[in-house]
Structures are given as structure tokens and as C-alpha cells.
């Protein structure tokens, strides 16, 4: 049932001076965003971007064509400002958080990331459970607080990001579970594989399906083939969905969270505006899944949240256009003759 709210917001868009529907998906993402708001004057206030962090037990069966390692030393780059990432983030004023959620590496205190370690990295989902019970509460425990905090300082437009070598391996895995599709359609290149290391991680992946059988609820997927970058954005979505703000979604690995999110919390996908498809095999298929119709599709495969704050200029433009546009009325234009 369309609500009250909803008419006038279409109203007010269908009266700007413009034929109806000529801004396209502008025209839908200002609509959305004023929904989530509840408001006929959307603001973005304060926006920012938390890339999760973590080591995945996985990484050791071969499934990647970068070592463990690489994590770390990416974080060290966010930290240091050399990433892509943060190129894009100090373009368009978005505040960064780095968070190491489970890197097998041990930071400096004084290093300024957030730390919320759980462990170092995920047990292999070949062997045991990637984390315990415990383990995923802590990954719920530490996203409330990060996504309270960005509340606390104003923020109303939040994005998620990731890194960890391994970690298209888990988010394919919850992929499968989660959307009934076939593993093979859920299993990308990730870093880079080859035929035969593509090969490799699907036979991998395949095995770890059979070790853990039939899985049906977001807690049960999360511990037996989660990581603890995904249990934290899984979480943070929800938590900051809850709290009426709009959710920035990236790529596979942050699709693969928004889908155990949203199974958990239906409603939380309101909040969800989608960046970007990825060129990682299976994100298409997730989007599907999500009935998502993402802003931009430029081949990117990168991760850290990059599509989130590649599109963000585009969520600028919506709420530029409806609260600074003149109406027919306001500008003396004629309308389209009925």
C-alpha cells in the first residue's frame, strides 16, 4: 500500500520542471532515499565508509593467488593512505574507518584502526566450523558499537567495505546457501585464479558444501563458513538500517553480508542502495536474488568499498535535484498539456 508520504514524495518529483521520469534512477534513489529519511527534504549528513578486515582459515587450501599476508599489509596501506580507497574517499569527503575484524597479524595499539580482533583469521571450513557461537557473538557485539559511533557523530549515509585474502571463497559458499544456486554459478576468479586455480576453489568449495551439509539460518551459515569481516557488515547493515540510515552496499563480498542480512531482517533492505556490479562471477545473480538495480557497472572487483564511494557523487545529484529543482509552478513553466 502506498503511504501518504510516498504520494507526496512522488508528487513533489513529478512537478519539478522536467518530463516525468527523465531523471530515470535518479528520480527512484531520491524517492528511496526520502523514504528511509521520512522526509520531503533529504540531507546527507557526515557519510562514511568501514572497511572490515580479516584472515580466512580457507586461505590455506589454495583458494587465492595472494598469500594470508596481503591483508595485513593492506591495512597498513589504508592506514598509510595509499589505496584506492582512500583516493576516492578524500575525493568525495567520506570519513574512513578501518577496522580489523580478525587479521592473523597483530597491529600496533597505537595503530589507528579500530580493534576489534576476534581471532587470528577463521578456521578452515574444510575442518571445523570457520568461527564458534562466541566468536560470532563478539562480530555482533563490535558492529553495534562501530555503527553507533558513526551515528554519534551525525552520520546518516553509511557505506561497508572489506578486505581479506580468502574471503570471495566464504562469500561464495554463503552465495549458495543462502540463493539455492549452484555452487559452480557462485564461484568467481576473486584475486585473479587461473582455469586451473578456478577449478581448484570450486572442487575446495564443493568440499567444504559436503563437510557441512544442508544450512538454513543466517547464524548457522555465518559460523560454519562465515568470515569476521562478513559477520561484522552483516550485523552493521542491520543495526544501521534499524537505525534509519541509508546503507551503502559494495561488491560481492558486501552483497554476500547484505543477503544474510536482509534473510535475517527483511526490512533492512529499504535501506540498501547498491553501488555497483561487480566483475566477480555470482554478483549479477546475488543483485538478482535482492531485486537490486545497481548505479554503476564499470568492471570493478576490487573490494574496500570502493563502489560505495564511487557512487556516492550520484546519491549527491538525487538530493540536489529534489530539494533545489523549481517546480512548474514555482518557475512559471508550462507542464505537459493533459
Not at 568525495?92 to 595503530?111: R, T
Not at 583469521?121 to 558513526?150: F, I, N, P, W
Not at 557523487?313 to 529543482?325: D, G, H, K, R, T
Amino acid at each position: 500500500m502506498t503511504t501518504a508520504l510516498e504520494q507526496a514524495i512522488q508528487a513533489k518529483i513529478d512537478q519539478l520542471t522536467k518530463p516525468l521520469g527523465a531523471l530515470g534512477q535518479l528520480e527512484t534513489l531520491a524517492a528511496q532515499i526520502c523514504r528511509v529519511q521520512q522526509s520531503l527534504r533529504p540531507q546527507l549528513n557526515n557519510p562514511s565508509l568501514l572497511v572490515f578486515a580479516a584472515d580466512h582459515g580457507l586461505s590455506s587450501e589454495g583458494v587465492s593467488a595472494y598469500p594470508t599476508a596481503v591483508t595485513a599489509q593492506m591495512v597498513l596501506n589504508f592506514v598509510a593512505g595509499g589505496a584506492a580507497i582512500n583516493a576516492f574517499c578524500r575525493q568525495h569527503d567520506i570519513a574512513l574507518q578501518v577496522v580489523d575484524a580478525g587479521v592473523a597479524f597483530d597491529f600496533s595499539p597505537d595503530l589507528p584502526i579500530a580493534h576489534c580482533k576476534v581471532a587470528k583469521g577463521t578456521v578452515s571450513a574444510l575442518q571445523d566450523s570457520a568461527m564458534s557461537a562466541a566468536q560470532r557473538a563478539q562480530c555482533k557485539a563490535h558492529a553495534t558499537r562501530l555503527v553507533s559511533e558513526q551515528i554519534e557523530r551525525g552520520c546518516n549515509v553509511m557505506g561497508f567495505g572489506e578486505m581479506g585474502i580468502g574471503n570471495t571463497s566464504s562469500a561464495a559458499l554463503i552465495m549458495h546457501y543462502v540463493t539455492g544456486q549452484p555452487l559452480e554459478a557462485c564461484v568467481g576468479r576473486g584475486t585473479g585464479l587461473d582455469d586451473a586455480g578456478w577449478q581448484h576453489k570450486l572442487a575446495v568449495l564443493e568440499q567444504a558444501v559436503q563437510h557441512h551439509g544442508a544450512l538454513h539460518d543466517t547464524e548457522a551459515i555465518l559460523c560454519a563458513v562465515g568470515g569476521f569481516e562478513i559477520a561484522m557488515i552483516t550485523d552493521a547493515m542491520e543495526a544501521a538500517a534499524k537505525a534509519g540510515i541509508l546503507v551503502l552496499v559494495d561488491g560481492f563480498i558486501a552483497t554476500a553480508a547484505a543477503l544474510l542480512s536482509v534473510m535475517r531482517s527483511p526490512a533492512s533492505r529499504n535501506n540498501m542502495v547498491f553501488c555497483h556490479q561487480s566483475d566477480e562471477a555470482g554478483h549479477a545473480l546475488m543483485l538478482a536474488h535482492l531485486g537490486a538495480d545497481p548505479l554503476l557497472k564499470l568492471n570493478l572487483r576490487l573490494g574496500e568499498g570502493s563502489g560505495c564511494a564511487l557512487a556516492y557523487p550520484l546519491l549527491q545529484s538525487a538530493v540536489a535535484f529534489i530539494n533545489e529543482m523549481a517546480s512548474f509552478e514555482s518557475a512559471g513553466v508550462s507542464n505537459k498539456e493533459e
